[in-house]
């Protein structure tokens, strides 16, 4: 599974019922583990899922903000 993919699966998440959504971020969470090399400790996996779970939660309701075109973009940086 690219980022790509996993950008578009965690977008909807939270829109999926609840046994979709444990295979979702069972795949993102086994993706990540992956990618990044880190050991699986088994007695972790379910706290690892329940915060994957809220982060996915936060980030829908971060997106759900409609920002319009009043947002200015920050300023960048010139020494």
């Known amino acids: ?37 880190l050991p699986a400790r088994a007695p972790w996996h379910e706290d690892v899922r329940f915060f994957v779970g809220v982060i996915a939660d936060c980030a829908a309701l971060v997106q759900s903000v409609d920002l319009g075109d009043r947002a200015e973009p920050a300023p960048v940086y010139q020494p």
């Open 1 to 37: 599974m690219n980022t790509q993919n996993l950008a578009r699966e965690m977008k909807t998440m939270h829109e999926q019922p609840s046994a979709d959504r444990q295979a979702a971020i069972d795949r993102l969470l086994s993706t990540t583990l992956e990618v990044f090399g």
